[in-house]
């Protein structure tokens, strides 16, 4: 792995913002991620991402937390004892410049520990890579929560994206297992990361996936597109 959103996230950080992220998917065209989006403030953010902070209590695990702005915010605005994780080294450097106490450059699904709260927020279930993983990795979360504690995700419905036919159904290709699988691409400076797997999963969907590992799941939230806030209990 390149590490480009790592790298990216680090140039913006230390001044050395000239260009964005672009980014792709297998069914989608190439579309700019402005790094300033990375480094939002709270007053900036969606109303899921700012629900979510707003719901998080006592120990905060940030999974995924690429620039850290989420735990940044729970740090200093609402005094919560956040750590913050990420596969990206460089992220984790950016989110120590940015003052986050608590930063360490972790796999999830080799990660221990005890919270009240985990955050997997910016489609932070994307990180199953596919619907099939989906199981093995609520069960770990499982391991790290506390009694009492929630995971707060939160997702978007990709059936938008594809055409209908003349009765209202969908084309979905018939070459993948769910249609909220796709593969990203992502590309900063002239350099180009190797595809990787990505999962969009719809709430109907994440809740059976829930239930299954045995997990109590509430729709918490709306978007204005597709995308929905989730808590997952024990």
């Known amino acids: 792995m390149k590490d480009l959103f790592g790298k990216a996230i680090l140039d913006y950080q230390q001044g050395n913002y000239t260009e964005d992220i672009t980014t792709a998917t297998s069914i989608s065209e190439e579309d700019s991620l402005p790094l300033p989006?990375?480094?939002?403030?709270?007053?900036?953010?969606?109303?899921?991402?700012?629900?979510?902070l707003q719901l998080a209590k006592g120990k905060v695990l940030d999974v995924g937390c690429g620039a850290g702005s989420h735990s940044l915010y729970l740090q200093n605005d609402r005094k919560l004892n956040v750590t913050a994780i990420d596969i990206s080294e460089a992220a984790i450097q950016a989110c120590k410049l940015r003052g986050i106490q608590h930063a360490k450059t972790a796999d999830i699904m080799e990660f221990s520990g005890h919270f009240d709260t985990i955050l997997l927020l910016m489609n932070g279930a994307g990180m199953c890579g596919k619907l099939k993983n989906i199981a093995a990795f609520f069960n770990h979360l499982k391991t790290l929560l506390?009694?009492?504690?929630?995971?707060?995700?939160?997702?978007?419905?990709?059936?938008?994206?594809?055409?209908?036919?003349?009765?209202?159904?969908?084309?979905?290709?018939?070459?993948?297992?769910?249609?909220?699988?796709?593969?990203?691409?992502?590309?900063?400076?002239?350099?180009?990361?190797?595809?990787?797997?990505?999962?969009?999963?719809?709430?109907?969907?994440?809740?059976?996936?829930?239930?299954?590992?045995?997990?109590?799941?509430?729709?918490?939230?709306?978007?204005?597109?597709?995308?929905?806030?989730?808590?997952?209990?024990?």
């Open 146 to 234: 506390n009694d009492g504690g929630q995971i707060l995700v939160d997702s978007s419905d990709i059936i938008y994206m594809f055409d209908e036919d003349e009765d209202g159904g969908k084309w979905i290709p018939s070459d993948t297992d769910y249609y909220g699988e796709v593969l990203y691409h992502v590309s900063y400076k002239g350099e180009h990361e190797a595809p990787f797997n990505w999962l969009y999963i719809d709430y109907n969907t994440l809740q059976n996936a829930a239930h299954a590992c045995g997990l109590q799941c509430e729709l918490i939230l709306e978007g204005e597109h597709y995308d929905y806030l989730a808590k997952l209990t024990k």
């Open 37 to 52: 989006y990375l480094f939002r403030s709270y007053k900036e953010m969606p109303a899921l991402e700012q629900t979510a």
